[in-house]
């Protein structure tokens, strides 16, 4: 049995879809399925049981699972309730982390790009306790995640024992099916593309720093099917463990990711430019851009999807289509 932390969300569910293609249905999703519709992200899955979160600590006890995959968290960078965050994201991972150890099962979990705050310290994988000290994120949930990469690298440094296969996944920024729950945490081309598509004029942030062009403002993107993609190989790779970033190492703008969706609509741009909230500015990133050596060098052969090929598939598969979910 495989078990599956967030496999109702977006993630966690085209994870669950991937699983399922591979011929496991024994997969087990732990997740709050809520009122606003995640449980559709499953809707075409098979199951062995959905547990919530706060059984789950029961539900483990006795259990014997082929490998545990942690990628349940609350991951909207605007939220401030402190204690929530640390007891979701940071304590519950740790007692997974804990129950992998001792029940000897491959733990595989979603850190984040956040965890680079604004990327002053670059963003390279390393996963000494030292270089991780010297990130200062920007926001609760990177911090949360942070800490976590922090507690295994001091373990790592103890020289404590761990789960025979440990893997964090900083993940840059995912687009793709299933993401329609996350309200204003959606890819902005999810969140644009009834705008475009209706014709409507669409709207990007303009710049706040000099040196960078309204609508510059650069991401790595990278499509979900590539995170999964990741993810597999992993399961398939027991022996691979460490901190990996999971990008696709080229960073483009919002602006190209959105000229890329009028392309593939064959319509013409219609983009103007509008001043980013006060809130959000202190903390808002202009540039992120992953370094993939350390999981090249572990052996992962997978490839990365081009911005416009990803933007291709997922509006001709999903978007622009009756049925959007995977």
């Known amino acids: 049995m495989l078990l599956v932390t967030g496999g109702a969300g977006f993630i966690g569910s085209n994870l669950v879809a991937a699983l399922n293609d591979a011929g496991r249905t024994d997969v087990i999703v732990c997740d709050e399925l809520g009122s606003e519709g995640k449980w559709r992200n499953l809707a075409k899955r098979q199951l062995a049981d959905v547990v919530p979160?706060?059984?789950?600590?029961?539900?483990?006890?006795?259990?014997?699972?082929?490998?545990?995959?942690?990628?349940?968290?609350?991951?909207?960078?605007?939220?401030?309730?402190?204690?929530?965050?640390?007891?979701?994201?940071?304590?519950?991972?740790?007692?997974?982390?804990?129950?992998?150890?001792?029940?000897?099962?491959?733990?595989?979990y979603a850190?984040?790009?956040?965890?680079?705050?604004?990327?002053a310290q670059g963003f390279v994988d390393e996963p000494s306790l030292a270089a991780l000290k010297t990130l200062r994120p920007m926001n609760l949930y990177g911090w949360s995640k942070h800490l976590f990469d922090m507690a295994i690298a001091a373990r790592v440094e103890r020289g404590e024992q761990l789960p025979p296969q440990y893997a964090g996944l900083k993940f840059f920024n995912v687009f793709g099916p299933n993401e329609y729950h996350k309200g204003s945490m959606m890819s902005v081309l999810t969140r644009r593309f009834d705008d475009i598509k209706a014709g409507?004029?669409?709207?990007?942030?303009?710049?706040?720093?000099?040196?960078?062009?309204?609508?510059?403002?650069?991401?790595?993107?990278?499509?979900?099917?590539?995170?999964?993609?990741?993810?597999?190989?992993?399961?398939a790779s027991p022996p691979v463990s460490g901190l990996f970033n999971v990008g696709t190492g080229q960073a483009r703008s919002f602006k190209d990711m959105m000229l890329a969706a009028y392309a593939t609509l064959g319509a013409t741009p219609r983009i103007e430019y509008i001043d980013m909230p006060e809130a959000i500015r202190g903390s808002y990133q202009y540039f992120t851009q992953s370094k993939v050596d350390r999981l090249l060098a572990a052996g992962y052969n997978g490839g990365f999807t081009a911005l416009e090929d990803a933007v291709a598939h997922y509006i001709g598969g999903y978007l622009d289509s009756a049925d959007r979910f995977r």
């Not at 850190?111 to 990327?119: K, R």
Request: proline share 2%; aromatic share 8%; net charge negative.
């Open 111 to 119: 850190s984040s790009a956040a965890t680079y705050g604004d990327g």
């Open 200 to 235: 409507h004029t669409l709207q990007l942030f303009k710049s706040h720093r000099d040196g960078i062009a309204d609508g510059d403002q650069r991401r790595d993107f990278i499509y979900v099917d590539d995170v999964v993609r990741v993810m597999m190989w992993l399961l």
């Open 53 to 108: 979160p706060s059984d789950l600590g029961e539900w483990l006890k006795g259990r014997r699972l082929d490998a545990v995959l942690h990628m349940g968290a609350i991951s909207a960078t605007t939220v401030v309730d402190g204690d929530l965050v640390m007891e979701r994201n940071f304590r519950s991972s740790l007692r997974l982390l804990d129950w992998c150890t001792a029940s000897a099962t491959p733990f595989i």
